[in-house]
């Protein structure tokens, strides 16, 4: 009799656990929606306003203007990844698979990703393997995955420093891309911190680098989303590289 | 060649004044509306070519107003474009149920609204 109460009493508290997650799920997902609203307002007139369209703004004002956009779209970086990240821990992300070239994702995302490595003087060199074509995947999560991965590298390394992009297949049926940077690097005893939430490793005072502390762990999970691995392998003063594999083509996630 | 005539409907007032101001910086006729009632009001007064509608209204709610409007002979060739609150899937093909003509994902991009409008004006009308 005592083992059948016991198996009802974790039932009933499986079920609580099950409940207050989705509530802090749907929660996160309001918030994150309220706050969104009025940002877009910040975001929006600061634009309007550095492209001069009211009137001629003088150079402390655009570069005011400038620091209110940055803080702006960092802010909704943040928002955005914390929403993901929820969504992803209620098992509520969804993965649309389609199938597309891993050349023509690259250059998407990497025309994001030139414009910070030119203001750093930092060469991005690509080698993607001809043989690996197209792939089946959630096309806008992929992109994610890359451009979190490309802008940490640009980030975290010097100006005038070297960012490798490689991808190539890494079996029958899966690939992997590659990330290499000449950056700051990361000690080993840190590689197990570097994928949780809200770590960035150079925390508080000598922070020296923006970021939400998020990339790293959204991109984890995104890429295990799709039944795929990342590691990292890296030497302080001389680089990190950090490498994903996937499978050619993942199955369809429904919420 | 007169300025096109473009009505913004949104009930967030910060929202209304951004796309507003940035279509009427661009050269738009720019009239403005907090909700459904308004919107038609201004319809009455003046016809515009282009209404650029946010779906979540409070009252009557923009799909809506959309079907009344295609429902209607002396509205069905305003061209209506749905601002979409959340990217997502579904809401697109909602609004395209309803009869709009094209859609917009919130948040707006100042520097492209102007061109994306323009762009749904050129467009062969549609059906009647």
Known sequence: ?255 | MKPARVLVVDDNPTNLKLASDVLDCAGFEVWKAADAEEALAVIQRTKPDLILMDIALPGMDGLTLTRRLKADASTRDIRIVALTAFAMKGDDEKAFAAGCDGYIPKPIDTRKLPAQIADLLQRSSPPS
């Open chain 1, 1 to 255: 009799m005592s083992a059948i109460r016991d198996i009802t009493e974790r039932k009933i508290q499986e079920r609580r656990v099950q409940e207050a997650n989705r509530l802090k799920s749907e929660f996160v997902a309001n918030m994150s929606h309220e706050l969104r609203t009025p940002l877009n307002g910040i975001i929006g007139f600061s634009e309007f306003l550095i492209d001069e369209k009211p009137g001629p703004l003088n150079p402390k004002q655009r570069e005011y203007l400038h620091d209110i956009l940055e803080s702006g779209r960092h802010l909704l970086q943040l928002i955005n990844d914390v929403l993901d990240l929820s969504k992803i821990e209620a098992g509520k992300m969804t993965l649309s698979p389609e199938r597309f070239s891993v050349s023509e994702a690259m250059g998407e995302a990497l025309t994001v990703i030139d414009a910070m490595a030119q203001e750093k003087g930092i060469d991005i060199r690509t080698a993607i393997d001809p043989q690996l074509g197209k792939v089946t995947l959630d096309r806008a999560k992929f992109k994610q995955v890359l451009y979190n991965l490309l802008s940490n590298a640009v980030k975290f390394t010097d100006d005038g420093g070297e960012v490798r992009i490689r991808a190539a297949r890494s079996g029958p049926d899966r690939f992997q891309v590659q990330v290499a940077d000449t950056g700051i690097g990361i000690r080993r005893e840190d590689f197990s911190r570097l994928f949780a939430a809200f770590e960035q490793l150079e925390s508080g005072a000598d922070r020296r680098f923006q970021g939400t502390g998020l990339g790293l762990a959204l991109t984890k999970r995104i890429v295990e989303l799709q039944r795929g691995t990342i590691a990292v392998d890296s030497e302080v003063g001389k680089g990190s590289t950090f490498t994903v594999e996937l499978p050619l083509a993942a199955e369809e996630v429904m919420a």
